[in-house]
């Protein structure tokens, strides 16, 4: 029997809009403050995408970045994964636009829909891809636009989101141990406290449902925080035991940007806060693109280095959650 091979990122990249929508912004559309908004989430601003800006331009500006961080050339990507649950549209896939734009014309696209835990589960599944000698090379996005999908007259959902993307080039090959193996799991019967319900099969479009809001996400902000520090602990114990790693070995902890108490709840549950990364103060909750983003602005900034190991955990609608380790090779 072959052997999986080993497999590792070799570029990542981000792009988050230009236009930045600060605390004191929302204080004079909702009835709210910077100073609740700060304390009760960690977040200060966040980007939100031009009129004429989707999904899959956010994701292939972010792509193109990774390509050049990686120096591979779009022609060489094999496969594309974009991570999102704001695709431009149902169908064609975001990945396919994103495909288009930056001529990545041999790959072959698909979306992933796992909410905010998206970009660990295609980072998973385009890995275990090359592990397996399908493709060689792999292009893994998570992108959205957030600003769609809020509404903007509720101060309990739309002080929360932010819009960008990130990327990263999975390769076959590189030094150290790579990407390792993932824990992830999922719970349906909790999708209730976190959806946008309407706009699909079960409600479609319709004046009655645009009037209700059902375009918009809902969530039971409460429950979801609670079950976000516990599975994503969770999570990273079975990703650390799985992978035969102590916690104290991990050098950097990158966790689903969603809320800096939920940050400092899992750091303190692990004993790790001085190695937790964040940047929610400055994006705020970007979904799938969340990690994308923070990954790629810790190994810019010097965060990780190489040789680093490194934790990845996430946290979404679903419910959906997982944790990855990896040792960054670069
Ligand atoms: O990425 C996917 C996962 N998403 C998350 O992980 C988010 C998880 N949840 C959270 O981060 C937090 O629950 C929130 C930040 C959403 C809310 O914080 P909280 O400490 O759980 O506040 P709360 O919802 O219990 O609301 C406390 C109070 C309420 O007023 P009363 O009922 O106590 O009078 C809210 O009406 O704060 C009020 N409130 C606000 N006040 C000012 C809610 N939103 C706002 C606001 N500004 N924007």
Redesign the pocket.
Known sequence: MQLPRKVSIIGTGSYVPERVLTNHD?EKM????DE??YA??GMRERHIAAENEAASDLGAAAAVKALEDAGVSAEEIDLIIVATLSPDMFFPSTACFVQEKIGAKNAFCYDLGA??SGFLYALDAAKNQIAAGAVETALVIGSEKMSTFVDWED???C??FGDGAGAAVLKAGGEGRGIMQSVMGSDGGLADL?MTPGGGSRTPISHEMIEQKQQYLT?Q??E??KH?VTRMAEAVVQALEKNEISADDINCFIP?Q??I??IDAIAKRLGVADRMYTNVEKYA?T?SAALAIALDEAVKDGTITKGDLVVLTV???GFTWGANVLEWGK
């Open positions: 929302l909702v009835d709210t403050t609740w908004i009760r989430t909410a905010c101060r309990s959902t002080i929360l976190l969530m902000g409460r979801v925080f976000a689903h969603a809320n108490r939920i909750n979904s946290f979404g609608g």
